[in-house]
Nanobody
């Protein structure tokens, strides 16, 4: 079994900062791309940021320059530093990781349970 556990969400005023963390644990052989998604009420889930095992990153245009994704491969952990938060960043943020549970199986996607981020104006 593989578990992804997020933490770090909360309520913050516009302009403030939050740092999300996601730890991947369980039966892990290798973790490849990791990502953060978010879903606001009444909207589809959208990809916020991705990071490869080698550290290459990509961002949603609306968060470029404000959010930074990083990872610690030794700890199987991914982070999302969110600065200059805006009310439109309010959403449930989900961690996603492509995990290989053994050498003989292919990578599969796993999801965390989500953490609420609320930005007040």
């Amino acid at each position: 079994q593989v578990q992804l556990v997020e933490s770090g969400g909360g309520l913050v005023q516009a302009g403030g900062s939050l740092r999300l963390s996601c730890v991947v644990s369980g039966s892990i052989f290798k973790v490849n791309p990791m990502a953060w998604y978010r879903q606001a009420p009444g909207k589809q889930r959208e990809l916020v940021a991705t990071i490869t095992r080698g550290g290459s990153t990509n961002y949603l245009d609306s968060v470029k320059g404000r959010f930074t994704i990083s990872r610690d491969n030794a700890k199987n952990t991914v982070y999302l530093q969110m600065n200059s938060l805006k009310p439109e960043d309010t959403a449930v943020y989900y961690c996603n990781a492509e995990v290989q549970t053994s050498y003989w199986v292919s990578f599969s996607p796993y999801w965390g349970q989500g953490t609420q981020v609320t930005v007040s104006s």
